[in-house]
């Protein structure tokens, strides 16, 4: 029989775990029988996050894990489970849970609201990942301040939500043994552990790096994470999914660029190079390879002592921060980095760049930037004509 005595304790005991604080945990955990199935299962997940997520990202007994800390809603979409929130005031990362078990962090994008400044963070969940799920999962978010409650459809809340999919179950062990979900929300094999992967798109690169070079007089140069990986692992990120590049075009302005690059898509499709076009609110770029093996090509300008670049980057700087382009050797090829690629990855990232962030995603900060990097956006027009 549970009573209100024993309800509350559990309570206190889920809040501390989603809060990521072990030491709070634990110290509730003390008092309940150990013989408890309920008992057993919030020792393993105590053990199960501590050992997935940072030193550094844990609360050694300061979270308030009684608190309210936010709120959230989960949507299906097929097959897909989609999540969205926010956090009150600034904290800059949540964490998401399956059955109390740590599978994904999230950094926050800090908006202000009515006055009110809101952590807000999204993310949706492809199938690889619900399929891989217990068949009765209760997903739940937390943070340094506590749980935030899920709303429902109705206007019931609560700290967790029962989600029932058609799952193997498997996703614990496949994250214990390196698996990670990855900014998209698929469950990936880790890109360290896939050297055939590695030659493919690195071979992918070199063909098509010397093709846009003589075609377009453009050097093509390694960028965003998987630049992030060369210069400080001289490895791929582990939890990467995709390998970016870049060209700088001669163009000033986000329409002109735009238009460059129609004309570059045109000519590759005459030339019987495949590609997807890629739109997004802030901009668009292009694809080029076969599904499992895609790279990402971003058009960029200088413009207003600023670099931009289609979807996410807008950091101070004029062409020397690019040009002169360097080659330098990476695995068993040469591969183009930009002039500067420290000082862009410190402008990009932040000082602490040098240190792996797994809840890292792309996020717009600066005023005006969205609006000035969406006119690089096509319109269907543009889109259809190509």
């Known amino acids: 029989m549970i009573t209100p005595e024993l309800a509350l304790l559990r309570r206190k005991i889920w809040l501390a775990i989603i809060s990521l604080d072990p030491l709070k945990a634990s110290e509730f955990l003390s008092v309940a029988d150990p013989n408890e199935s309920w008992v057993r299962d919030a020792s393993s997940s105590i053990k199960f996050n501590e050992s997935r997520i940072p030193e550094s990202s844990l609360n050694r007994g300061e979270a308030k894990s009684a608190d309210v800390a936010g709120v959230w809603v989960l949507t299906k979409n097929g097959e897909e489970l989609t999540l969205n929130g926010h956090v009150f005031g600034r904290i800059p990362t949540v964490h998401i849970f399956v059955n109390r078990r740590q599978v994904r962090s999230l950094n926050t994008v800090v908006k202000t609201v009515s006055g009110v400044e809101l952590s807000k963070f999204s993310i949706s969940l492809k199938a690889s990942v619900v399929k891989t799920l217990p068949k009765i999962s209760l997903v739940s978010v937390g943070c340094s301040q506590g749980g935030l409650l899920h709303q429902s459809v109705n206007g019931v809340l609560d700290f967790e939500v029962r ?97 460059e690059m129609i004309e570059i898509l045109r000519t590759m499709k005459g030339d019987g190079v495949k590609f997807t076009l890629a739109q997004h609110p802030f901009g668009a770029f292009f694809k080029v390879g076969k599904a499992d093996c895609m790279i990402d090509v971003f058009p960029a300008w200088i413009e207003d002592g600023r670099l931009w670049m289609s979807n996410t980057t807008s950091v101070i700087a004029d062409e020397s921060l690019v040009n002169p ?62």
Do not use: C
């Open 325 to 386: 382009i360097k080659v330098v050797p990476f695995k068993e090829v040469e591969v183009n980095v930009m002039n500067q690629s420290e000082v862009f990855l410190e402008r990009k990232y932040g000082a602490n760049w040098r240190t792996p962030d797994p809840g890292y995603q792309f996020a717009q900060k600066a005023d005006g930037t969205e609006e000035r990097l969406a006119r690089a956006r096509l319109t269907l027009e543009e889109a259809v004509g190509i």
């Open 163 to 259: 989600v029932d999919v058609d799952g193997t179950g498997e996703i614990f062990n496949k994250l214990k043994v390196g698996y990670f979900i990855s900014k998209h929300g698929s469950l990936l094999e880790p890109l360290t552990g896939r050297p055939e992967w590695q030659k493919k798109i690195l071979d992918a690169y070199v063909e098509f790096s010397t093709y846009f070079k003589s075609r377009f007089g453009y050097d093509l140069f390694v960028n965003y994470g998987s630049l992030l990986g060369l210069i400080r692992e001289n490895d791929f990120i582990a939890h990467d999914d995709d390998f970016d590049v870049g060209y700088l075009s001669s163009k000033v302005r986000p329409e002109d660029v735009k238009l």
